[in-house]
């Protein structure tokens, strides 16, 4: 392993992120595992919460198995290096939980809004300030506005006291252009670090953070094996070995790294990894990646394809908070394909 100061801070989001590809059904044993593989490997930052965001086990966005405070007691407990962050997201999450995050001894939180709507944020990174966390702005579905404009929405994270604000491929719809062209964007006006979060729907979250490392972004994240929403996201163990090969340093033991990959996470969901037809959809429609489960029943109950239901879904520019619309646009579909066959009928 290469010895030299890491070239970016990574961050392993497979007990937030992955929580989507999961139902939300982490257990402490699993979090007490994964954590504690992660941190043997060097990680620097592991998040853990419901793949919403604190206060995400609803009915809308799907019940945990396990209260996340408890995750994140067993969490802050078993790591000895690593950092814990969470993920909050205004209007799911209340400042209540900050502070119970910021009591557990959570290090981090990233605040995290849709792309266009960073002022929203603005308290709750000061509230995180105060608490004494480290304070991220969150900026999801970054595909859906243009680089200049993000930059502006980065710019207003930063002033309101982030220490770092992110370019967030939720729906892994971005070419590895469009994502160089968003990091220097961002890079360009905010003297704070910038990071990258990428999904593997196109088959490109490796090289769309490779390719922003050639931009200095400054922090990555990574899921184990990959396991998050939709297709899933940039796989840690993958990344960190493709740096080692191109001599870029992480920090983190790359055979460790697929220790945990294989050993602790793996088995959670073996068949992870796999871009199928519908995760492929998500990344060519630009569709939230947390929709997939959502479209999948809804296709089921309401026999339509989950193909056409993702297509909608994009032509609408539905965006994370909108799950209730899944089902909207399912009936639609289905009212016009039985209004259709009447027709035929007739």
């Known amino acids: 392993m290469n010895a030299t100061a890491p070239a970016f801070r990574l961050t392993d989001s497979t007990l937030r992120d992955g929580s989507h590809a999961v139902s939300h059904q982490f257990t402490v044993d699993q979090v007490r595992t994964v954590v504690g ?192 929403a939709g297709a899933g996201n940039c796989p840690t163990e993958v990344l960190v070995a493709t740096c080692e090969k191109s001599g870029i340093a992480t920090g983190v033991d790359p055979f460790a790294m697929m220790d945990a990959a294989e050993e602790a996470v793996r088995p959670i969901r073996p068949e992870m990894g796999v871009i199928d037809r519908d995760g492929l959809m998500l990344g060519y429609a630009g569709v939230y990646g947390s929709f997939l489960l959502h479209a999948k029943r809804a296709s089921e109950r309401y026999e339509v394809p989950t193909q056409d239901i993702l297509l909608e879904l994009g032509r609408r520019g539905m965006v994370g908070g909108q799950e209730d619309m899944i089902i909207d646009v399912a009936l639609q579909l289905r009212r016009e394909r039985d209004a259709g066959a009447s027709g035929d009928a007739s």
Do not use: W
Request: proline share 2%; aromatic share 4%; glycine share 10%.
């Open 37 to 228: 593989a992660l941190d043997r490997a060097g990680v620097p930052v592991i998040e853990v919460t419901h793949g919403d965001g604190m206060g995400g086990s609803s009915f809308n966005y799907g019940f945990s198995h396990t209260p996340e405070t408890d995750l994140l007691k067993v969490a802050v407990e078993t790591a000895t290096t690593s950092k814990i962050a969470v993920l909050f997201v205004p209007g799911i999450g209340v400042k209540d939980d900050l502070r119970e995050a910021a009591d557990i001894g959570v290090s981090i939180a990233r605040i995290a809004t849709h792309c266009t709507e960073a002022d929203i944020s603005e308290q709750h990174i000061a509230l995180t300030k105060e608490l004494g966390m480290e304070a991220v702005g969150f900026l999801m579905m970054s595909h859906m506005t243009s680089p200049e404009d993000l930059a502006e929405q980065a710019r207003m994270s930063a002033d309101f006291g982030a220490d770092c604000v992110y370019v967030v491929d939720s729906a892994g719809a971005l070419t590895m252009d469009g994502f160089k062209r968003r990091v220097a964007a961002v890079k360009s006006v905010v003297d704070i670090d910038v990071g990258v979060h990428a999904h593997n729907n196109l088959s490109l979250a490796v090289g769309n953070s490779m390719a922003a490392l050639e931009e200095g972004v400054d922090q990555i994240d990574g899921c184990t094996t990959g396991l998050g």
